[in-house]
């Protein structure tokens, strides 16, 4: 079976500093692989995803990702953080079976002024 | 297009009263997805539903938890005889289907049901 995870529930920067939140899964097969923010009482959005092709993947403010086979990591970042930022953060792969859809237990996000 | 949409925004009920909450997905997604979120923690897989084949029930938490997708679309989470531990947000996503993948999940802003 699939399974991610998110090293850190909780992380914290400094505004301006860069973001680094870590996600790695384990699946036989190439996944889709996603990242997702949740604001403080807001529903999911998604930030962005890895289908195939390029690599690296870019999504909305600012965020990216790396998909790395190799590593089997989905690390997404961020260069310079802002307020704004503070969220939950969710990881996500979808199964090489084609019907679940894995969740990692989520990243909080504090950012420091 | 129009969202994932989901009703009511906010359900408030006494323990052991039994409720239905409602989920319309993206037309054409074929994907439906229950998950129930507590206070400060993650998603909690509950039920899915892909098209025509059987739900796959693995994540519903007791047997007071049962859910249908009509025709396709429209999906009904029901709780009976609700108890307090039962207290979350319930959310709904659809999603499509690409190279025998789910493709992005898109969610509903979810029910917050209060038991008490």
């Known amino acids: 079976a699939q399974s991610v995870t998110q090293l850190g529930s909780h992380v914290s920067v400094s505004e301006g500093a860069l973001v680094l939140l870590r996600c790695n899964y384990s699946s036989s097969v190439p996944p889709y692989l996603f990242w997702y923010v949740q604001y403080p009482n807001q529903g999911l959005q998604l930030l962005l995803k890895y289908t195939t092709g390029a690599t690296l993947v870019k999504g909305i403010n600012g965020f990216e990702a790396e998909f790395k086979k190799s590593e089997t990591s989905f690390h997404l970042t961020k260069p310079s953080a802002h307020m704004s930022d503070a969220a939950e953060y969710f990881c996500a792969v979808s199964g090489n079976t084609g019907n679940q859809f894995y969740f990692g237990t989520g990243t909080s996000l504090t950012v420091i002024p | ?116």
């Not at chain 2, 693995?58 to 307090?84: C, H, K, M, N, W």
């Not at chain 2, 993948?101 to 008490?116: C, H």
């Open chain 2, 1 to 116: 297009g129009a969202g994932v949409s989901q009703s009511p925004s906010n359900k408030v009920t006494e323990k052991g009263k039994d409720v239905e909450l409602r989920c319309d997905p993206i037309s054409g997604h074929t994907a439906l997805y229950w998950y129930r979120q507590s206070l400060g923690q993650g998603l909690e897989f509950l039920i899915y539903f892909q098209g025509n084949s059987a739900p796959d029930k693995s994540g519903l938490p007791s047997d007071r938890f049962s859910a249908e997708r009509t025709g396709g679309s429209v999906s009904t989470l029901t709780i009976q005889r609700t108890q307090q531990e039962d207290s979350a947000v319930y959310l709904c996503a659809s999603s499509r289907m690409r190279g025998g993948l789910t493709d992005t999940q898109y969610f509903g802003p979810g029910t917050r049901l209060t038991v008490l």
